[in-house]
């Protein structure tokens, strides 16, 4: 299964106040898949993710949903279609966890209608999958970061939309809760072809896990396209001013950074490493 609703960028330009951050951006989003955006802190990965959101208005050009201006659309029905997880969300104060990802089913309900049966198996479901059930009747304020990271993550899956952007969804979660969050996804797409489309700082884990990589750079795309063509040394050059060696991952076969440092960096490149 898999979803055909078309998300892109045409001619995108995007800034706060005087300062201009996204400069004549095109992309397409291949639906159905996995998208990872990559890139140097402050090259515009979240400020372009929230304007696919529709949180901040294009200076110009503009983001299309299915041949639609996005900024145009009503807001129910972009809630039906897109979710999105914030980089820094904000719960109400004192609100439980239930309640929380409760709040998910929102774009589903009509004016003055029930709760339904639908909704608590989506709440049920997403709070399961997401390994928080049991903290269900728990306040937001009292869980740690990496739980409260994973209601988050709950709240977004609740939305059920066809397509989910999420900004840097494992932010404050350990190795293993990492792992665990983008196999999540990874499962969310392969079950229900949901289109995922998140920004991700580890270059290893966006490339294990993506089926499309987006590379900025000041603002542009620098490079897109399948893992293995986009992070190259070259790349990781241009986009991080980082010198690496890429080799393959044992594990997936796909790119593996390997960062060189002026430390512990002298030891003889493998054979075959680029």
Same mark, same amino acid.
């Given at each position: $299964?898999?979803? !055909?609703?078309?998300?892109? =960028?045409?001619?995108?330009?995007? +800034?706060?106040? !005087?300062?201009?951050?996204?400069?004549?951006?095109? /992309?397409?989003?291949?639906?159905?898949?996995?998208?990872? %955006?990559?890139?140097?802190?402050?090259? +515009?990965?979240?400020? /372009?993710?929230?304007? $696919?959101?529709?949180?901040?208005?294009?200076?110009?050009?503009?983001?299309?949903?299915?041949?639609?201006?996005l900024h145009r659309l009503p807001t129910k029905q972009v809630a039906r279609t897109l979710g999105l997880l914030p980089q820094a969300p904000v719960a109400p104060e004192g %609100?439980?966890?239930?309640? /929380?990802?409760?709040?998910?089913?929102?774009?589903?309900?009509?004016?003055?209608?029930?709760?339904?049966?639908?909704?608590?198996?989506?709440?049920?479901?997403? /709070?399961?999958?997401?390994?928080?059930?049991?903290?269900? !009747?728990?306040?937001?304020?009292?869980?740690?970061?990496? #739980?409260?990271?994973?209601?988050? %993550?709950?709240?977004?899956?609740?939305?059920?939309?066809?397509?989910?952007?999420?900004?840097?969804?494992?932010?404050?979660?350990?190795?293993?809760? #990492?792992?665990?969050?983008?196999?999540?996804?990874?499962?969310?797409? =392969?079950?229900h072809g949901t289109t995922i489309v998140m920004v991700l700082h580890d270059l290893n884990l966006a490339a294990r896990y993506a089926d499309h990589l987006i590379a900025m750079?000041?603002?542009?795309?620098? =490079? =897109?396209? !399948?893992?293995?063509?986009?992070?190259?040394?070259e790349t990781v050059r241009a986009v991080f001013g980082l010198e690496c060696h890429v080799l393959p991952d044992p594990t997936s076969g796909r790119p593996m950074i390997l960062?060189?440092?002026?430390?512990?960096?002298?030891?003889?490149?493998?054979?075959?490493?680029?």
């Amino acid at each position: $299964m898999t979803t !055909d609703h078309q998300l892109s =960028a045409q001619g995108l330009g995007l +800034g706060y106040g !005087d300062r201009t951050v996204v400069t004549d951006l095109d /992309l397409v989003v291949p639906p159905g898949r996995v998208t990872a %955006i990559v890139g140097a802190n402050a090259c +515009g990965k979240s400020t /372009l993710l929230r304007s $696919m959101a529709r949180l901040l208005s294009p200076r110009e050009g503009r983001v299309v949903l299915d041949g639609e201006d996005l900024h145009r659309l009503p807001t129910k029905q972009v809630a039906r279609t897109l979710g999105l997880l914030p980089q820094a969300p904000v719960a109400p104060e004192g %609100i439980a966890v239930g309640d /929380l990802v409760g709040r998910g089913r929102q774009p589903h309900q009509r004016m003055f209608a029930r709760w339904s049966a639908e909704d608590d198996t989506a709440v049920a479901a997403a /709070l399961e999958a997401t390994g928080t059930t049991e903290l269900a !009747d728990r306040c937001v304020d009292e869980l740690s970061g990496g #739980q409260r990271q994973r209601v988050w %993550i709950a709240m977004a899956l609740a939305q059920q939309t066809d397509l989910l952007l999420l900004d840097e969804p494992t932010t404050y979660l350990d190795v293993a809760h #990492q792992v665990e969050v983008l196999d999540l996804l990874l499962d969310l797409n =392969a079950a229900h072809g949901t289109t995922i489309v998140m920004v991700l700082h580890d270059l290893n884990l966006a490339a294990r896990y993506a089926d499309h990589l987006i590379a900025m750079a000041d603002g542009r795309v620098y =490079a =897109a396209g !399948d893992p293995g063509e986009v992070l190259t040394a070259e790349t990781v050059r241009a986009v991080f001013g980082l010198e690496c060696h890429v080799l393959p991952d044992p594990t997936s076969g796909r790119p593996m950074i390997l960062p060189l440092g002026r430390h512990r960096a002298s030891a003889p490149v493998p054979v075959g490493v680029a």
